[in-house]
Nanobody, 128 residues
């Protein structure tokens, strides 16, 4: 499955952005989906994940209560809603798909090796 992330841009601190991840060449319905981000000069890190049905999510501590992941399997799309953005949220954001449907996202979803398909990334810049 090929992933295409979009929706990035420049926003002031405190603002919101909505990122989308669209799939082609396959269905996302039986995949766990996640978002990662890579800030300039830093390693790529986990942002959050949603299980195949959309009923379970897990987030990095740094984005809890501010970011929300949802999915629409009928549209083959995953959404990352980002609110109350901070300058430290500035990064390239990547969506990723994993064949694993193991229930405990808090146990495994943050490991990049679990994801087989990656989108190309979309830049998010938050100005202070």
């Amino acid at each position: 499955v090929q992933l295409q992330a979009s929706g990035g841009g420049l926003v002031q601190a405190g603002g919101s952005l909505r990122l989308s991840c669209a799939a082609s060449g396959g269905t996302l319905s039986m995949h766990t989906m996640a978002w990662f981000r890579q800030a300039p000069g830093k390693e790529r890190t986990f942002v959050g994940a949603v299980n195949w049905s959309g009923e379970s999510t897990h987030y990095a501590d740094s984005v809890k209560e501010r970011f929300t992941i949802s999915r629409d399997n009928a549209k083959n799309t995953v959404i990352l809603q980002m609110n109350s953005l901070l300058p430290e949220d500035t990064a390239v954001y990547y969506c990723a798909a994993s064949h694993s449907t193991a229930r405990r996202l808090d146990v495994w979803a943050r490991y990049q090796a679990k994801y087989r398909s990656w989108g190309q990334g979309t830049q998010v810049t938050v100005s202070s």
